[in-house]
């Protein structure tokens, strides 16, 4: 079982910059590959970004490409989202996941234990 707790959302200006964190319990946290989801007011989730177990392949949806970072820290048992350039279309909630059942890594039925997300507002 892995518990997780998302943070570091809020108000920010287009342009601007927020960073993510999202923090496991749980001793089997450095086996598994993680996501990024967001659910935006009235919209479907979809998957933003991926990083492998050993944070040295990350994958990102298109839209935020360039402008966004996902890393981990298997010693703190977290993951992070640098997003830079910040655009009023990012705004949504945003979740972390664990990638826990083989398979094309934007699926987010192949996720599981997901945390109650953080919220990111980008004003215009």
């Known amino acids: 079982q892995v518990q997780l707790v998302e943070s570091g959302g809020g108000l920010v200006q287009a342009g601007g910059s927020l960073r993510l964190s999202c923090a496991a319990s749980?001793?089997?946290?450095?086996?598994?590959?993680m996501g990024w989801f967001r659910q935006a007011a009235g919209k479907e989730r979809e998957f933003v970004a991926h990083?492998?177990?050993?944070?040295?392949?990350?994958n990102y949806v298109d839209s935020v490409k360039v402008r966004f970072t996902a890393s981990r820290d298997n010693t703190e048992n977290s993951i992070y989202l640098q997003m830079n350039s910040l655009k009023p279309e990012d705004t949504a909630v945003y979740y972390c996941?664990?990638?826990?059942?083989?398979?094309?890594?934007?699926?987010?039925?192949?996720?599981?234990?997901w945390g109650q997300g953080t919220q990111v507002i980008v004003s215009s």
């Open positions: 996941a664990v990638h826990r059942y083989s398979g094309s890594y934007y699926r987010n039925e192949l996720y599981d234990y």
């Open positions: 990083i492998s177990a050993r944070g040295d392949t990350t």
């Open positions: 749980g001793r089997t946290f450095s086996r598994y590959a």
